[in-house]
């Protein structure tokens, strides 16, 4: 019997639906897929038709590992299972559909969004699982050198500002988000969050998302969330114009607002805002900081070795490496899968506003004149941190690279 509950829609039930007698091995074998993703802590699940088979593949680590096949007959049973689990309608097959559940496996909880892609082969199937957790990451966990980490800090600290936090999907920034809300979350303090998926749980702080209705939009949560009167908010997503001026205007208030927002580097963010229409001499106002990152492997400390990158990938550097630096690489072995790699670590930049700056954005220069004066003002960019740490051996140069 299956460990899987599942909440499909707004009803729980005990396993899967009561499946027709012909349809018991295919509930079996998705079951099996979802239990193994969960059991490895997978971020999505990949169900992909071929001319002769099935591949199932999941992503664990952000790389991704083919975990099983099925015969191509039985393709369409294993997508309508999905599709069931999802809410979607199992008769229309040549249209793109989506779907959400909910699934718990011996205490772990997890949302599932789920799509489905027609393709000329039959459904692709994603499924991307968040994790409901508790959060226990203090900030000195994710990998700040000590200047980055102060400055990050004294940000935070101050009585009212915007921080923003910035990279790419998939670059850690929700966790960097939620260490900095640990840290300013008190009794003595109200905070509060909206988001479109709450991926962690923080007691003491009351987390809201839109509905998937519709009634309750993204920009409606945001609007509430400062009219609440928290001293400390964090907003999900900052995309759009609208959002943007309410968390300007909520960062004037006397409180922190911590906001998530897509952009390459730390200068792309600020000049992006002023894209939105968010005014130059608001922006200087507001803004506090910005940090920047992404996220890398950290190698294994069981297998990694010194090695001598090629040429092409030393020139792709872009810094003079002193002509005794050292690099690392992972071997692979039993502690690692072979892999070479444990666990995550972040690259970071922070660019803390001054005068320079501010005028530079008050001028409305370009992103790389922004880049130049912050540096010129001590910011390290993520590349220089990304290199430093590869030379002290917590990450490969390869690694480095490919986030950037």
Do not use: W
Not at 71 to 97: E, V, Y
Not at 157 to 183: C, D, E, W
Not at 237 to 242: G, I, M, S, T
Not at 250 to 262: P, T
Request: charged share 25%; with cysteine.
């Amino acid at each position: 019997m299956s460990k899987l509950k599942y909440e499909v829609g707004h009803k729980e039930e005990e396993g899967p639906k009561a499946p027709q007698p012909e349809d018991k091995g295919i509930v079996a074998q998705v079951d099996e897929i979802i239990e193994k993703a969960l059991e490895s802590s997978a971020t999505d699940l990949h169900v992909e038709p071929g001319p002769g088979e099935t591949r199932v593949r999941m992503r664990v680590d952000g790389a991704l590992h083919q975990v099983a096949t099925f015969p191509s007959q039985i393709h369409g049973k294993l997508a309508n299972r999905f599709k069931i689990l999802g809410a979607m309608d199992i008769t229309k097959n040549r249209i793109a559909q989506s779907g959400f559940f909910k699934v718990q496996l011996e205490g772990q909880r997890a949302e599932c969004s789920t799509y489905v892609l027609p393709s000329i082969l039959g459904e692709k199937i994603t499924v991307n699982i968040q994790y409901k957790r508790g959060f226990e990451l203090n900030l000195e966990h994710l990998g700040y050198f000590p200047e980055i980490l102060k400055g990050f800090k004294d940000a935070l600290a101050k009585p009212h500002g915007l921080v923003l936090v910035v990279g790419p999907p998939g670059s850690g920034r929700t966790t960097t988000a939620y260490a900095a809300l640990r840290l300013l979350n008190s009794p003595q303090k109200a905070c509060g969050t909206f988001e479109a998926v709450n991926k962690y749980e923080l007691p003491g702080v009351v987390q809201g998302k839109p509905s998937f209705q519709g009634d309750f939009t993204f920009v409606d949560g945001v609007k509430a969330l400062m009219d609440s009167s928290p001293d400390v908010a964090y907003v999900g997503e900052l995309q759009d114009p609208e959002v943007a001026r309410l968390v300007i205007q909520g960062a004037f208030s006397k409180r922190i607002v911590i906001a998530r927002m897509a952009a390459h580097d730390a200068a792309n963010a600020l000049v992006t805002l002023m894209d939105m229409g968010v005014q130059p001499f608001l922006l200087t106002a507001a803004v506090n900081a910005v940090l920047a990152q992404r996220l890398v492997r950290r190698l294994c400390d069981h297998c990694k070795e010194g090695y001598a990158p090629p040429e092409q990938v030393i020139n792709e550097i872009g810094y003079r490496m002193p002509a005794n630096a050292q690099f690392f690489r992972g071997r692979g072995c039993a502690a690692c899968g072979g892999t070479g790699y444990l666990q995550h670590l972040g690259l970071f930049e922070l660019l803390t506003l001054n005068e320079k700056i501010n005028e530079t954005l008050v001028a409305r220069k370009s992103q790389g004149e922004v880049r130049e004066v912050a540096a010129q003002a001590g910011m390290v960019p993520l590349k220089r941190d990304g290199v430093n740490k590869a030379v002290m051996g917590y990450t490969s140069i390869e690694e480095v690279l490919n986030a950037l």
